[in-house]
């Protein structure tokens, strides 16, 4: 499977999705509209989505049923890069090659843009009439995710690490929040939509804790800076810290083996996201 198209045709899916969600630029007051937009489009790797649409492809559904699972995991996403790259947080200049919502537009319209793309985010799950109950499981991990006890809370802890402070243990748990999270909702969303029973839906959690923690130590290697309190790479090393990220993916896709074949994509991105280059 050549993983680079699979992304660029998923990405496709949901970009329609989110070009239909998200009210045009113009339209009244276009100022937050059109800062909504500015980091949604042309937007990231999307692989929050993509692994929504694999796992409801690995519990034998057509990725489409996955769709709404996955434009409101990116939703929440892209509202967490906004806050994330504020003066109050990380103070960021650039985001995806271009200037962060902060700088373009201003503080307060950056925080603004975030907040309503959160909300547009459950809004998107909510309006899901194929089978409500589902939806509504869904919905329900995605609040979750992104709530106090995964997303939020990882944030916090992340800005408060202190590089002597952070051990093995409580750097893992801030990556579990900040960055795993997301990638589970994504999954366990996706699948829920799709009809998963219970058992696969575990499986797919278990799946996305692990990858989401390898995607994050992939993250830090990337970056390539020693001085972050919250990194593998700056506590273990890059070699021991590779080593961890391998460990995770195998483990990874082991919960992967009663899936069978239709896990394939899943398994490819598994991949993907662990020895990236971006
Ligand atoms: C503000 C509540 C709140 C949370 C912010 C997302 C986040 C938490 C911080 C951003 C910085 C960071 C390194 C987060 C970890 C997750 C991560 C690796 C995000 C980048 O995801 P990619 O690589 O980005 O999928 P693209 O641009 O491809 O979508």
């Known amino acids: 499977m050549d993983v680079q198209a699979y992304l660029a045709e998923r990405a496709r899916l949901v970009d329609e999705a989110l070009e239909r969600v998200l009210v045009p630029s113009e339209a009244v007051p276009a100022r937050l509209h059109t800062a909504m937009r500015h980091l949604v ?27 709404p699972a996955a434009t409101a995991v990116e939703l929440v996403h892209t509202y967490s890069l906004i806050h ?18 902060h700088v373009a537009f201003g503080e307060s319209t950056a925080v603004l843009a975030g907040d309503a793309l959160l909300a547009l985010a459950f809004e998107v799950l909510a309006s899901e009439r194929r089978e409500p109950a589902r ?5 329900r991990a995605l609040a979750e995710a992104a ?18 402070r952070a051990t093995t243990e409580a750097i893992l748990g801030v990556h579990r929040r900040k960055t795993a999270a997301l990638i589970e909702a994504a999954l366990v969303g996706g699948a829920c939509l799709a009809g998963a029973d219970a058992g696969a839906l575990e499986r797919l959690s278990r799946f996305g804790a692990r990858i989401g923690v390898a995607f994050q130590i992939a993250d830090d290697l990337l970056d390539g800076e020693r001085d972050e309190p919250c990194s593998l790479v700056a506590r273990l090393g890059e070699s021991a810290a590779r080593e961890r990220a391998k460990a995770l993916l195998a483990e990874a896709l082991d919960e992967l ?8 994509p899943l398994r490819e991105l598994a991949r993907f996201a662990v020895g990236r280059d971006r």
């Open 41 to 67: 489009f042309p937007g990231g790797k999307r692989i929050r989505p993509a692994f929504a649409f694999a796992a409801a492809e690995a519990v034998g559904a057509p990725p489409e049923r996955a769709l």
């Open 135 to 139: 939806a509504l499981l869904a919905l």
């Open 147 to 164: 709530g106090p006890r995964r997303l939020v809370g990882g944030q916090l802890d992340d800005l408060a690490s202190e590089p002597e």
């Open 84 to 101: 994330d790259d504020l003066p109050c947080m990380d103070d960021d200049d650039e985001r995806r090659g271009r200037p962060t919502v």
């Open 257 to 264: 083996e009663p899936f069978g074949g239709s896990a394939d």
